[in-house]
């Protein structure tokens, strides 16, 4: 069992006979007393040898002295000093004691045994505050330790990105220039004080909370969200880390605040470049099909079928180099989470038919037979219009680019449960199996013998899964050998 | 026979749309701007408009906004094409410009030549 250190009593009473009388019970007790019989007495104890008093045991009925003062005062100056007040009756007085901050009161009817108990609960209350005092003195030595650390010091001042450092009250233990200028700190304003005082942002506030009462894993999630937080007229990406202890223990949190004020106005800047990019590629393509086009008609003229096979072969370019803008301005927006614009009820069937319609052209072009079942009665769909039209576009495109002359390709929009089903089925080429794990990342593209001719920018599918995704949607995928491919989505209908 | 006016500032393009359309039996009238596209709506009482959007002098959305809010000119239907970002024109346009231009159909540019006769014959086969 752990031997508990004596604790030391200074009882402060003018009445000699009630002083006596709580130095005997205290003494029985195995506990150190001191006594003072006048408030001056106890302060000039209290002051002499701080360390020599863990509780004061006061009576509210010392002539001369306004209490409450006293009490506020001892509590500002010792912290550590436990007060118990004695009074005859516990009335008034003692309630205003306790909101000054004193601990408890004790009556001064001396009955032993509710004596004892009232003693031991402060005995108590003092140790575990004794504790918690220790626990906060040591993490905070803890980053003492950092700011001791000259290298590591001053790796930490000449970051520029602004970096503050709490403990585990969230009080600032450590900051850097940087985060000087941007929160208005000051070694003697901000150290040891919360830092809820200089960062006004409640957002902000909690992202500090969450890190330190959150377990590392959680921390980590807050990273990968990366929020953006105004602060005056800067954007800043805010990552908020919980710091740990050699021994696991949470001490603190470490805030990084990045300024991506120019980057924003560097993202305006690319949209706009793009846009522009985007129409000054589409308007010359777009000439140029329309050209290809009514040569290949024949509307300009007889053509040998030498010229029609390169014509043919430039139309073909032609497409592709139009689809791989599309693809790039499609992947961007995606990759900025705007694929989904406008949730809206949606029709589907309508919208697959639309869709089927505007593909038979280059279906019947290629020799492949396209079919399209709807069933009736769908529920409608709650999704973005744009997304679910280049889901739609992208498979059934994809579909048809790779399968060759005389082949079938057949959509289908059916009820599975709670969810609209969209499959498409062809009878391709098919996917090689190695291949089957990677068809939906970026840039990848299947390279056989097959696929040589066939133009693409790799870009569709991760498109697809990303619009799916959006969607809390889910997209699967077969391809046995030699029996083509199969996607399926399932879009989740809400009740 | 059925008279196009097509509005494009893109000569080439016009031309070659010009050689699809004729060869489809319409007659085709091109504009190289907005102006001249609403002075030739005017003057050629035209059974369909096709409309881009980006040109110079007037764009193609205010010379749709003009027509639509002409009592004699507003029967004509308009297309509207664009090479504008095609998911934006779509969500973006249809929505917000294509309710205050009231055009009767639009086209994102690259457009198949099928595809721009199949919405011409659609449209003029409503009127």
């Not at chain 2, 393009?13 to 709506?41: H, I, M, N, P, Q």
């Not at chain 2, 205010?62 to 308009?78: N, S, T």
């Not at chain 2, 504008?84 to 231009?101: E, I, N, P, S």
Request: hydrophobic share 45%; with cysteine; charged share 25%.
């Amino acid at each position: 069992m752990l031997i508990q250190p004596s604790i030391n009593i200074l009882v402060v009473e003018n009445d000699i006979t009630i002083l006596q009388r709580c130095r005997e019970l205290l003494l029985d007790e195995g506990h150190k007393v001191r006594t003072a019989e006048c408030i001056e007495e106890a302060l000039d104890i209290v002051q002499k040898q701080p360390g020599d008093v863990d509780i004061m045991l006061l009576s509210l009925e010392l002539p001369g002295w306004a209490h409450m003062t006293l009490i506020e005062t001892l509590q500002k100056a010792r912290r550590e000093i436990l007060i118990m007040t004695m009074s005859a009756n516990c009335g008034e007085e003692a309630i205003e004691a306790m909101q000054a901050g004193a601990y408890d009161c004790i009556q001064k009817t001396f009955m032993a045994d509710r004596f004892r108990i009232k003693i031991n609960r402060a005995i108590e209350a003092f140790r575990l505050r004794r504790q918690l005092d220790l626990l906060t003195r040591q993490r905070q030595a803890e980053f003492t330790r950092v700011r001791q650390d000259a290298n590591l010091y001053a790796i930490l001042q000449s970051f520029s990105d602004a970096l503050v450092v709490t403990d585990w009250q969230t009080n600032i233990v450590l900051f850097n220039p940087a985060a000087a200028g941007l929160f208005d700190l000051t070694e003697e304003t901000a150290l040891g004080h919360p830092v809820s005082v200089f960062i006004k942002s409640d957002e902000l506030l909690s992202f500090f909370i969450r890190a330190i009462k959150s377990d590392s894993s959680l921390a980590m999630l807050m990273a990968d969200e990366e929020p953006v937080v105004k602060v005056g007229n800067k954007n800043l990406r805010v990552h908020v880390f919980s710091v740990k202890n050699e021994g696991g223990t949470v001490i603190g949190a470490v805030a990084l605040f990045h300024d991506v004020t120019k980057v924003s106005a560097m993202d305006k800047l690319r949209d706009d470049f793009l846009s522009m990019v985007s129409h000054e590629l589409k308007a010359p393509l777009s000439s140029l099909l329309m050209q290809i086009s009514v040569i290949l008609d024949g509307l300009a003229g007889d053509l040998s079928p030498k010229q029609t096979d390169l014509l043919g072969k430039a139309k073909e370019k032609t497409k592709g180099m139009i689809t791989l803008v599309n693809d790039i301005l499609d992947y961007r927006r995606i990759q900025e989470g705007k694929s989904i614009q406008k949730i809206e009820s949606l029709d589907l069937a309508k919208i697959l038919q639309r869709t089927v319609e505007l593909m038979r052209l280059s279906a019947e072009e290629k020799g492949i037979k396209m079919t399209c079942e709807v069933a009736e009665g769908l529920p409608s769909f709650n999704g973005d219009r744009g997304g679910l039209e280049v889901i739609f576009i992208n498979l059934i495109s994809n579909a048809i680019k790779y399968t060759q002359q005389g082949g079938h390709v057949s959509v289908s929009l059916n009820k599975a449960g709670k969810d609209i089903r969209f499959k498409v089925v062809d009878t391709g080429i098919g996917i090689p199996p190695e291949d089957i794990d990677r068809v939906f990342e970026k840039f990848y593209r299947i390279k056989t013998d097959e696929t040589r001719s066939i133009s693409g920018s790799g870009l569709g599918l991760s498109i697809v899964k990303g619009i799916v995704e959006a969607h809390n949607s889910t997209i699967f995928m077969e391809s046995p050998p030699g029996q083509g491919t199969t996607f399926i989505v399932s879009l989740p209908v809400e009740e | 026979m059925k008279k196009v006016l097509l509005v494009d500032d893109d000569v080439d393009f016009c031309e070659a749309t010009k050689l699809l359309l004729d060869s489809k039996g319409y007659e085709v009238v091109l504009a190289y701007d907005g102006k001249e596209g609403l002075g030739k709506v005017r003057a050629e009482k035209p059974d369909l408009v096709i409309l881009d959007v980006m040109m110079p002098e007037m764009n193609g959305y205010d010379v749709c906004v003009v027509l639509k809010a002409d009592a004699e000119l507003k029967k004509i239907p308009v297309i509207l094409l664009t090479a504008v970002d095609q998911a934006f024109f779509k969500t973006t346009y249809t929505r917000a410009m294509g309710l205050m231009t009231e055009a009767d159909d639009y086209i994102a540019k690259p457009v198949e030549p099928g595809e721009l006769v199949k919405r011409v014959e659609d449209l003029l086969s409503k009127k």
